[in-house]
């Protein structure tokens, strides 16, 4: 019997949030971003120390249900032209060609073959914009200069890491030509900007007018589902082209962004309940995934080395091109660090690597842990470093 409730679905729902919860106690104690908190309980809770869950089909899914709407909501903070800036495009460029320089090299170095080093390489072009953007939005730091700048050039390294993903696929497999990489950077190209163009110009009037009908008066709500509804839509569609789900519900919540609502319900209001369970959840999965018990002494150098290549190449990589661009030092440094956490993408990545052989059960292990570690990072510089004293009464 006991099994049988252990199973169900609201007993590990119920399970979940209590560890975010606990997380949230474990970084008011530690004077941490709730995220970090939320991802060390996770570790405890996980097959690292407890083994009392585990990254189920069912933990998976309501993880990624909470990084899309996690990446809406951030999306509502910014209005197009926020991230709309050519020098993005350049420090995100740079910031995924010298991490996939710096892990190809590395892997190498330490004695794996070509295949496991392109693909190394690949995973470590990735940034996750959900653990940056949460951490600056928990700060207050959201509408600032730099924390557009990282997300702008996050949405762009997210692109371009997922086209080299694709590109690394065709090396390894033999076949790979020019007209390949030409299709799937047009493709994603093309879908990014008639999201963001359908978006403003017909989803956002078409939100205006539900929200003045009648209809509306007497059912609040509606316009909400109608909106939460276009957000999915949208990561359907961006993970059809072969681009992240999250990307797709970014652009959503940037195409809302100036919906002016008289007789609904907030958007934001209502797409912050929903982030404040389901993102909660998805960093507890982070940690959860995590498994430090299969570490042995080669993978843990492997680790260590991969782990410091990847702070380093982002914090060069973007930090560098911002400065010479007219950036601030400090807000330079604030923009490499924010690009350092490679969090559920470069998971994904590695995840592919190993289904398709690429990598072994060895690799794809140091990619987890390294992802792991480069999320953790990030909250710690900021808070303890970079805006010491910011966010302490959050």
């Not at 690292?48 to 909501?73: K, N």
Request: with cysteine; aromatic share 10%.
């Amino acid at each position: 019997m006991s099994t049988e409730i252990a199973s169900t679905i609201e007993f590990q729902m119920s399970l979940l949030l209590f560890v975010a919860l606990a997380g949230y106690l474990v970084a008011s104690r530690i004077n941490q971003s709730a995220v970090i908190g939320e991802i060390l309980v996770g570790l405890v809770v996980g097959p690292s120390v407890l083994g009392l869950i585990t990254y189920t089909d069912f933990v998976r899914s309501l993880a990624a249900l909470g990084a899309v709407i996690l990446l809406f909501v951030i999306g509502l903070e910014f209005k197009i032209k926020d991230i709309l800036d050519p020098r993005y495009l350049v420090i995100g460029l740079c910031g995924v060609i010298i991490p996939w320089i710096g892990g190809y090299w590395i892997t190498a170095a330490l004695g794996y073959g070509f295949e496991s080093a392109v693909f190394v390489g690949t995973a470590m072009t990735a940034t996750s914009i959900a653990i940056t953007a949460n951490v600056l939005r928990e700060m207050g730091k959201l509408d600032t200069d730099v924390a557009r700048a990282i997300i702008g050039t996050a949405v762009i390294d997210d692109v371009l890491s997922l086209m080299a993903l694709s590109i690394t696929v065709d090396v390894v497999s033999g076949t790979f030509t020019p007209a390949s990489v030409v299709m799937v950077v047009l493709k994603d190209l093309a879908f990014i900007v008639v999201a963001g163009y359908a978006g403003i110009k017909v989803v956002a009037p078409l939100l205006e007018w539900i929200d003045r009908t009648p209809f509306s008066r007497k059912y609040p709500e509606f316009l909400f589902i109608t909106a939460m509804m276009f957000a999915f839509l949208y990561a359907l569609g961006a993970e059809a082209v072969g681009i992240s789900a999250i990307i797709g519900a970014f652009i959503a919540g940037v195409s809302f962004h100036g919906v002016t609502i008289v007789n609904s319900r907030d958007l934001k209001e209502g797409a912050e309940y929903l982030h404040v369970i389901f993102a909660s959840i998805f960093f507890v999965s982070l940690g959860i995934l995590a498994d430090f018990s299969a570490l042995t002494p080669d993978i843990m150098v492997f680790l260590i080395a991969l782990t410091v290549i990847a702070v380093i190449t982002k914090v060069v990589g973007c930090g560098i091109p911002a400065a010479l661009m007219g950036v601030g030092r400090q807000e330079s440094l604030i923009l490499g660090f924010g690009m350092a956490p490679r969090g559920e993408v470069a998971m994904i990545v590695a995840l592919i690597g190993l289904n398709m052989a690429l990598i072994d059960q060895g690799i794809y292990l140091a990619i987890v842990l390294m992802s792991l570690l480069t999320t953790v990072v990030t909250p710690i510089v900021y808070r303890n470093w970079l805006y010491k004293g910011a966010g302490e009464s959050a």
